[in-house]
């Protein structure tokens, strides 16, 4: 009894004071079981479906990314081998234009000798013509000096003239044989 006639202890409480506060506890405690755990619990809930979610996303992104890079590199790939078919198509068809003219150039070549060749024959037969009527007049006047008569008759000068040209070109024949 000591400690009662000293009065109230300061460090145990009043029983009305303990009733009081574990009422209140329990008041808060239900409180706080009935309404704010279970919203705590559908904010986890929440949560965690969209972490989840968001990582479902990560994950389908990235595949889709991995997707896309390997499509990325077979077009690559097929557009590196187009190329090199273009490139080498490019080739061929330039060395085929290259002997096409080629071949253009020899055939204009060869016609250009052909015609210059054409042109010399006529020029030659020209001259020859020409020469053997200078040949032919000079001959029947030397003739004429040599024999004394005249050779002044047509006929009788080209047929003079034919065959000294002829027995010509039988001499000249052989030598050039």
Known sequence: MYLAAEGPSPVM??????????VAFLLLLFVISKFVAPRF??????????IEGGIEKAE???????????????QLAEARAESARIRD???AE???IKEELRAQAQAESA????????QLEAQRAQIVAELRADLGRH??????????ESLE?????RGTVDRFLSELDAVSAPAKN
Not at 13 to 22: C, N, T
Not at 111 to 118: F, Y
Not at 153 to 157: H, K, S
């Open 13 to 22: 409480p009043h029983i009305a004071e303990v009733i009081l506060g574990l």
């Open 139 to 148: 001959a029947v006047e030397l003739a004429s000096r040599v024999v004394g």
């Open 60 to 74: 389908k992104a990235q595949a889709e990314a991995e997707q896309a890079l390997q499509q990325y590199k077979a």
């Open 94 to 96: 330039a060395e085929q």
């Open 153 to 157: 008759d047509e006929t009788r000068r």
């Open 89 to 91: 198509d490019a080739r």
């Open 111 to 118: 016609r250009i000798v052909a015609q210059g060749t054409a």
């Open 41 to 50: 619990e559908k904010l986890y809930t929440e949560r965690t479906a969209k």
